[in-house]
């Protein structure tokens, strides 16, 4: 299966800083990246939807100026937390496709703590 | 659109012990059904998949799952349970194509404890 790399693993910020997280697909050419945020003791919720050489779809509720996601190349998608603040402390998980859509494979995750 | 339910935040399993996590899922069109784990701080690894065929899906670490479509179901199962299986274990359904294929939902996901 495909090999994703998520970058850093953690990061602990300040209140109005902005923040990147890298995932790569280091064996794989992604068109399609998803991005996913987790809250302890909860499940894990689609923020939006990374295409290479063109915007991101977003889920409701999520805001893309907050959630800034660029998908320059077929190896690497970035979320950007932008003027983040406590509330956006979670977990962001990515993952890939394979050329059938029929299984997923996501990057060991990155723990984001705003204080 | 496509949906999953866990019903149970927690299993506690004896080691040595059959397990069952269970799933049940809504979906339009055919499932494509997947359960993952995941590791306190690490991402999802994924364990199995049904998309077509046998109804028994065998998968990685012993685990395997039945899917069982009259009752819209596909229960991770595992022979004999390991400390080492004490994880969190998600159910995921993406629909069949032409329904927001590529979405993977996930449910609540349960907590399995096996205790030595």
């Known amino acids: 299966g495909a090999v994703v790399s998520q970058h850093p693993s953690w990061v602990i910020c300040k209140s109005g800083t902005s923040v990147k997280i890298e995932c790569r697909s280091l064996?794989?050419?992604?068109?399609?990246m998803f991005w996913y945020r987790q809250f302890p003791k909860q499940s894990l919720m689609l923020m939006a939807t990374?295409?290479?050489?063109?915007?991101?779809?977003?889920e409701q509720g999520v805001e893309k100026d907050k959630f800034l996601i660029n998908h320059a190349s077929l190896t690497l998608s970035t979320l950007t937390v932008t003027s983040a603040h406590p509330e956006d402390s979670s977990f962001y998980i990515c993952?890939?496709?394979?050329?059938?859509?029929?299984?997923?494979?996501f990057g060991q995750g990155t723990r984001l703590t705003v204080v | 659109a496509q949906s999953v339910a866990q019903p149970e935040d927690q299993v506690n399993v004896a080691e040595g012990n059959p397990l069952t996590v269970k799933c049940t899922y809504s979906?339009?069109?055919?499932?494509?059904l997947f359960w993952y784990v995941q590791y306190p701080n690490r991402g999802l690894q994924f364990l199995l998949k049904?998309?077509?065929?046998?109804?028994l899906v065998k998968g990685s670490y012993g685990f395997e799952a039945e899917f069982n479509k009259s009752q819209t179901s596909f229960h991770l199962k595992k022979p004999s349970a390991l400390v080492s299986d004490s994880a969190l274990y998600f159910c995921?359904?993406?629909?069949?194509?032409?329904?927001?294929?590529?979405?993977?939902?996930f449910g609540t996901g349960t907590r399995l404890l096996v205790s030595p």
């Open positions: 995921a359904v993406r629909g069949g194509r032409g329904t927001g294929f590529q979405k993977l939902v």
């Open positions: 993952s890939v496709t394979d050329n059938l859509n029929t299984e997923a494979f």
């Open positions: 064996d794989f050419q992604a068109t399609t």
């Open positions: 979906v339009s069109g055919n499932p494509y």
């Open positions: 990374s295409n290479e050489g063109s915007k991101a779809t977003y």
């Open positions: 049904y998309i077509t065929g046998d109804n």
